[in-house]
């Protein structure tokens, strides 16, 4: 049984800045979860995940965001589309049902290539193979059946893939085909996926976005239900004032370095917290 796990959310750039600062600012207190078993991760989180897989150093992770000398991947995702996926996952109160839908929305994408996301998500990852040093997993669903996976090191895929897979959010990229599945961003079912960690004893769960659209299960109640099992989980979540650095657009980038500074900020304010979970 792995012993700690760090579970990353997606969000966009400022999701990623964001958890960037809280990393930087829990290592300035001596609170390095970088040493994790399990380094999770959920679209934007999945490309934190291999950062910190790779050895890079919070610190250094935050001079890239705050400096904006890292390129970032930057995407339009217009109004249309907005209303697109709004109207697939407001459609009903059932989870499963509405990760289905949102399965027909991605299957739905005919005019833009698999190769296209490929394209698109490779030159963002940081290393070419899965890394050796821990444990990587990239959360993504099966728009085919609605069911999650998380992608690893042993299951035979290549990372590109597996990282596309955990980006491909509808209706901007069609899903990517992996074996007889076609997987689409794990952000449809969860902003964390944190709840497919149960395997492990201590789990820190960072989360950009607390909660999905409608029926989608909150960070919280997955939170919830690890410390049901008896593993010691705890939460953290951007406070109003990072809310407010993060603006309505996560795709903003001239929003990155306000959310990286306010992540700073509460990952230093709540190392006491975390390092009791993870060191306790």
């Known amino acids: ?135 990587v997993r990239l959360f993504a669903v099966d728009a085919l059946t609605g069911e999650p996976t998380a992608f690893s090191a042993t299951d035979g895929v290549d990372l590109l893939h597996a990282m596309s897979a955990t980006c491909a959010l509808p209706p901007l990229f069609p899903p990517v085909t992996i074996g007889g599945g076609r997987w689409m961003d794990g952000g449809v079912r969860s902003t964390t996926n944190a709840d497919l960690v149960d395997d492990c004893a201590r789990v820190v769960v960072l989360a950009p976005i607390p909660k999905g659209a409608g029926a989608s299960p909150s960070a919280e109640s997955q939170v919830r239900s690890l410390t049901s099992r008896g593993i010691r989980a705890t939460l953290l979540t951007p406070d109003r004032a990072a809310r407010r650095a993060f603006g309505r657009n996560p795709l903003d980038a001239t929003r990155i370095p306000a959310a990286t500074r306010e992540g700073l900020r509460q990952g230093r304010a709540q190392a006491p917290r975390i390092r009791t979970t993870w060191h306790g």
């Open 1 to 135: 049984m792995p012993d700690k796990a760090l579970v990353l959310g997606g969000g966009g750039l400022t999701a990623y800045g964001w958890q960037v600062g809280v990393l930087a600012g829990l290592a300035d207190a001596g609170v390095d979860l970088g040493d994790a078993d399990v380094l999770a991760g959920t679209s934007a989180g999945s490309l934190l995940a291999l950062d910190l897989a790779k050895g890079s150093a919070p610190a250094d992770l935050y001079a890239e965001q705050i400096n904006r000398t890292r390129a970032m991947l930057e995407v339009d995702f217009p109004l249309a589309m907005t209303v697109r996926y709004l109207w697939a996952a407001l459609g009903s109160r059932d989870p499963k049902t509405v990760v289905k839908r949102l399965g027909r929305l991605a299957l739905s994408v005919r005019d833009v290539p698999e190769t296209a996301v490929l394209e698109a998500i490779g030159p963002h990852i940081p290393v070419q193979d899965w890394p050796e040093r821990t444990t």
